[in-house]
């Protein structure tokens, strides 16, 4: 979830609908300038425990922050006078609701560089834990053992104002907030028309990555049934912002098709002064037309809506691939090498196209739903999903190859795909799989085993 930096350049007034047209396409890049991004979203725990780590106190997540930017040369942002976030250059560090801390990386040319990054912020995190002591990091997609109640909320006004308008709309909505983590993937696109073709392969692509990468299995402190129960919270927070945005699946749309979609979603908030309100009842349409207890919108208030758009992708300044669950360290370069080979490439996308295009949207919305308990297994009509999923896997291996990005052992991105290939697809076992056949085997089934399971 963004961290709003303020910035004048962006408060230019909206009068009327027509000041967005072309929104979008302000932030197409030429062919062969795309670059990639990653975000990273890690657990914080007490080692002794798996409890989470609280947000305050000289063990906590705060405090966390302060030593990354006394060790590392991050810049703290405040809210108030607590720490909320780090940045340095383009690369930013900050906080989900429960304390999760993110990796936000500056945008690179190709995976070698991101896998770097992903390094230097897990060799960041260690030294904070051995100097405060008693920590842990975990790579999951779901709190393994602390629930709601245990969970401190980090001191957010936005996050507040979150809370109690998503609580309304879903009841699964603070789990979301404070017990989910994702692994996400953002990339450019080069026009109106790249832009939709990458977001409807997306919105396709996403339950066969969502299964690939199930990894939500044990919350709670047991098994839960669920391959990823984080995908079944998502769907029980909001309807009006989550899943699929079915009509891009399914059918020919623009830009417009989209911006029309944002501006009917329901508008939580605006900053003033760097002062947050809560909005109630509101549509951003209605926003333009009508304002807002004497407020209007400015470009600013476009930038932080898009924010509050939580579906499977969504634009901003580039599109946002967000349906997977947060992986073992291994495999998070797997996740950005998999939709990078697909999206990047011209042969790729037409032959997932292609794999996907038979399906209706009524498909799309029963398996994003079956996958929740069934991953691998769930069947798209008469063939599992494990199929499809070796078969896009194949795609994208096709495509990073042709992209020929070379580290300096002269070794192309297509690398980042073996641990996804040889863990998962092809022994046809999700993380989650492999996480419920190592738990059960286990003599010793306690917080210890989690932790060395899922530390980074």
Not at 131 to 145: D, E, R, V
Not at 166 to 192: C, F, P, S, W
Not at 427 to 433: C, H, I, L, Q, T
């Amino acid at each position: 979830m963004s961290t709003f930096l303020h910035t004048n350049s962006r408060a230019i007034p909206i009068h009327s609908v027509e000041d967005l047209r072309g929104y979008f396409q302000e932030f197409g890049k030429p062919a062969g300038a795309e670059k990639i991004g990653i975000e990273c979203e890690i657990f914080g725990v007490h080692s002794e425990t798996a409890e989470a780590l609280p947000y305050s106190g000289k063990r906590g997540v705060e405090a966390v922050l302060r030593v990354l930017s006394r060790e590392f040369g991050y810049t703290p942002i405040q809210e108030g006078d607590r720490t909320i976030a780090l940045q340095k250059g383009h690369t930013m560090i900050t906080l989900e609701p429960g304390g999760q801390i993110e990796l936000s990386g500056e945008p690179v040319r190709s995976i070698h560089e991101a896998k770097s990054q992903l390094n230097d912020f897990f060799f960041q995190l260690k030294i904070a834990a051995q100097i405060l002591g008693k920590i842990s990091w975990l790579a999951c997609g779901i709190h393994p053992f602390s629930g709601l109640e245990s969970i401190e909320w980090v001191p957010k006004k936005r996050y507040r104002i979150m809370a109690d308008y998503l609580i309304q709309k879903g009841a699964r909505a603070h789990d979301m907030m404070k017990r989910t983590a994702t692994d996400q993937v953002n990339l450019d696109y080069r026009d109106e028309q790249d832009a939709i073709e990458k977001m409807r392969l997306i919105l396709a692509v996403t339950p066969f990555a969502a299964a690939m990468f199930s990894n939500s299995a044990f919350s709670s402190g047991k098994l839960s049934g669920f391959q990823s129960e984080r995908l079944y919270i998502w769907r029980h927070t909001d309807p009006d912002r989550t899943g699929l945005v079915l009509d891009l699946v399914c059918q020919k749309c623009t830009f417009d098709d989209y911006l029309n979609y944002v501006l009917d979603v329901p508008v939580m908030f605006v900053v003033r002064s760097d002062d947050w309100l809560p909005v109630k009842n509101l549509t951003f349409r209605h926003f333009i037309e009508n304002g807002y207890e004497g407020i209007y919108p400015t470009r600013e208030d476009f930038d932080l809506h898009l924010s509050t758009i939580f579906t499977d992708a969504r634009f901003k300044h580039y599109v946002e691939v967000r349906g997977m669950d947060g992986q073992r360290c291994q495999l998070i370069p797997s996740v950005a090498a998999f939709w990078k080979g697909i999206l990047y490439d011209d042969r790729a996308m037409k032959d997932a196209e292609k794999l996907l295009k038979p399906f209706c949207r009524e498909t799309f919305v029963q398996l994003r739903e079956s996958i929740e308990k069934e991953g691998l297994r769930a069947k798209m009509e008469k063939n599992c999903v494990l199929d499809y999923a070796r078969e896009l896997v194949a795609m994208s291996e096709a495509g990073l190859k042709r992209m020929a990005m070379v580290n300096e052992k002269g070794r192309d991105e297509s690398i980042y795909l073996g641990p996804l290939k040889e863990e998962i697809t092809g022994p046809g076992k999700s993380p989650a799989d492999q996480l419920i056949e190592s738990w059960n085997r286990a003599s010793s089934k306690d917080a210890a085993w989690i932790i060395d399971y899922f530390k980074i």
